[in-house]
Each structure stands twice: as C-alpha cells, then as structure tokens.
C-alpha cells in the first residue's frame, strides 16, 4: 500500500516561492536596461552648455548691436569700444571652442553636476567623427548664411523666414541627435519634431511669435525646442535612476541570506 | 542540454546586482555604484574585489587631480559568465515549473 500525504499548504508555499523567484529574476534581469537609459540621459551638462552658449550669443549680438546704435547716435570713441570689446569677446570664444579648453569646462560641469550620483559611461561605443560631419557641418553654415541673402532676392515676407529655416535647420538636427547617439535618445528628436510641427502651424497661419523680430522668430523655437527636449531627457533619467535604484538596492534579508554564500 | 550550475560566487545578492549594473554600462565609478546598491563603503569593496579576484571585473584605480577615483568595468570573462549563470537558472526554473 502506498501513503500519499498531501501537504497542500507546503505546496502552496513552494508555488508561491517559486513565482517570487521568478518575479525577481526578471526584475534583476531588467537592471542593465534602466542603467543604459540612465547613463544615455545625463544631460545636465548638455543643457548648461545650450545656456552658455546663448549667454554668449546675447552678449556678441547685444556689443554688436550697442555698438551699432552708439554709431548711428555719432558716439565713435564709444562705438569703437564697444565693437572692440566685441571682437575681443569672439576671438576669446573661439579660442575657448578651438582649444577644447570648453571641453574641458563641460566635462567638469558633468561631474559636478551628477556628484551625488557617481560616473558611468554608457555602453554604446562611442561614435567616430567622419568626413560627413565635415560636409553637413559646412552645409548647415552656408544654408544659414544664404538665407537673409535668399529672402531678399525672392523678396521673402519676413513671417516665412522661420518656415524657410526649417529645410535645413530639421535635417542638421536630426543628424546632430543621430551623431550624438552615444549619450542621448530618441527624446533628443522632439527637438526637430517640435520645430517641425512650429514650422507647420506658421505655415497654417497661426500667428506664433509673429510680434517678434523675425531672427528672434527663429532663435527663440530653435533654442527653445532643444531645452525643452534636454529637459524632457534629464526628466526621465530621474525616473530611469528611481528604477534602477529600486530594482538594484539589496534588501537586509537578500544581504542576509547572502552572507551564508559570500 | 547538459546541466548547468549556477555560480555561486555570482549567485549571492550584492555580486549579482553589482555584476548585473556593470552589464548594462561599459564602466561606473565607486559612488555610482555605492549610491545605486545602497551598499556601505566596506560591503562594496568586499564584494568587488572577490569579483575581481575570480577575472569578471576589473577595477582601476586613479587620480584626477588630487581626487581618487576607483572604476568598475564588466570583463569579457565577466559578461560570459553571466550569461551562463542565466541560463543555468532559467534551466533550474524550467524544470521545476
């Protein structure tokens, strides 16, 4: 004769175990995805470097034009000066630019930027610098520069200079966010995306930022579309460290059971 | 499929999550993963150099400036490895399921 005993809640323990098991297993397996998208998302210094990069532009743009008013008034010893100082602020700048000290700045700003949260370098390799960032590069700078010349040829009403930018400007994006690949996501293509869509409401007649002067019509979307994509990237590397922390941090009872295997 | 063991210098908690994190990264640095494991200073250091003990991670150590800065990185022994101890478990789990 043969005696079966059935420990049925022996057995409801063991499945119930198991299924823990299982659960954590694929909770510890999702850990190396959230830390890719953690790393791909520090943006911080990315984000400073729009802002200094705009301080920079208002303080040429703002000595230029100073010195320009200060001309047109008959003060030439000030305009001089002013004009002066801007060239001496440009040849500073691209000095910085050339001799990757900027670089250097911005490496710097990362790490204290993320202080509290450690270093890491994403996995991806990094992506190698090719001739074809030499052509669109050059590409972009003559499309810019051949635009006020374009819009007084054709006699372009200044409300369609922001739509005409966005031939060029959403491609050089879209490159950009694909060069950059190595740390950032596909968040970076709100920023065309947003210019795009910018673009197509300009077009449909909505009067956006139709009061301001045309350049500004086009600087403050441009600028404004790539912050807001950095910020929306910076957003979700908080929520992807929230995961990652949560899905990493071991337990007092894991570190226990541990110690019996350490 | 022959039998596979899970590792056991791989299986214990801390080891795998630090071994899991280095994964998904090609390198961290001391504070990321001690902020990330909510490890203290001394079970971190244990439980890495173990690993880089056993070949499956490397550790270096520099300067910059006068600031130390330690490095982890996942080794290609490390990664295999791994990989096994996943197989073998999801092996284990398949069987008793």
Redesign the interface.
């Known amino acids: 004769m043969t005696l079966r005993i059935v420990d049925k809640p022996l057995l409801l323990t063991m499945e119930n175990t198991?299924n823990d098991?299982?659960r954590q297993?694929s909770s510890?397996?999702e850990?190396?995805?959230?830390?890719?998208r953690y790393?791909r998302h520090r943006v911080l210094a990315m984000l400073v470097g729009v802002v200094v990069f705009m301080g920079a532009a208002a303080i040429i743009g703002g000595l230029s034009a100073a010195a320009g008013v200060a001309w047109q008034r008959g003060h030439l010893v000030l305009a001089g000066t002013l004009l002066a100082a801007d060239l001496a602020f440009c040849a500073w700048w691209v000095w910085l630019v050339l001799s990757r000290r900027l670089n250097t700045v911005f490496e710097r700003a990362q790490?204290w930027l993320y202080?509290?949260?450690?270093?890491?370098?994403?996995?991806?390799p990094p992506v190698k610098p090719t001739r074809l960032n030499t052509i669109v590069g050059v590409a972009f700078a003559v499309a810019v520069c051949a635009t006020p010349i374009l819009c007084d040829a054709i006699d372009l009403p200044t409300r369609y200079l922001q739509p005409l930018t966005a031939i060029y400007l959403v491609p050089f994006t879209v490159y950009l966010c694909y060069q950059q690949r190595r740390f950032s996501t596909s968040l970076m293509l709100l920023w065309p995306a947003l210019y795009t869509l910018h673009t197509l409401l300009v077009l449909a007649g909505v009067p956006l930022l139709a009061n301001l002067h045309p350049i500004m019509a086009v600087l403050l979307p441009m600028i404004g579309y790539e912050l807001i994509a950095l910020l929306s990237a910076h957003l979700y590397s908080r929520y992807a460290?929230h995961r990652?922390?949560t899905l990493?941090?071991?337990t007092d009872g894991?570190?226990g059971?541990?110690n019996g295997?350490? | 499929m022959a039998a596979l063991d899970p590792d056991?210098l791989i299986?214990?908690?801390?080891r795998?999550?630090l071994m899991?994190?280095l994964?998904?990264?090609?390198?961290?640095?001391?504070?990321?993963?001690?902020?990330?494991?909510?490890?203290t200073n001394g079970n971190l250091s244990a439980?890495s150099a173990k690993l880089e003990e056993a070949g499956y991670v490397e550790i270096r150590k520099t300067f910059?400036g006068k600031m130390p800065?330690t490095?982890y990185r996942l080794t290609a022994l490390g990664k295999r490895k791994l990989a096994e101890y996943?197989q073998a478990?999801?092996q284990i789990?398949a069987t008793?399921?």
Do not use: C, Y
């Open positions: 198991m098991q299982t297993d510890l397996k850990i190396p995805k959230w830390a890719d790393a790490g202080r509290g949260e450690g270093e890491v370098a994403p996995a991806a460290l990652l922390r990493a941090r071991v894991q570190e059971h541990a295997g350490a | 056991p299986h214990q908690p801390t795998l999550r899991m994190l994964s998904g990264l090609k390198e961290a640095d001391f504070n990321f993963l001690l902020s990330t494991l909510g490890l439980q910059e800065r490095t996943w478990m999801d789990r008793l399921t």
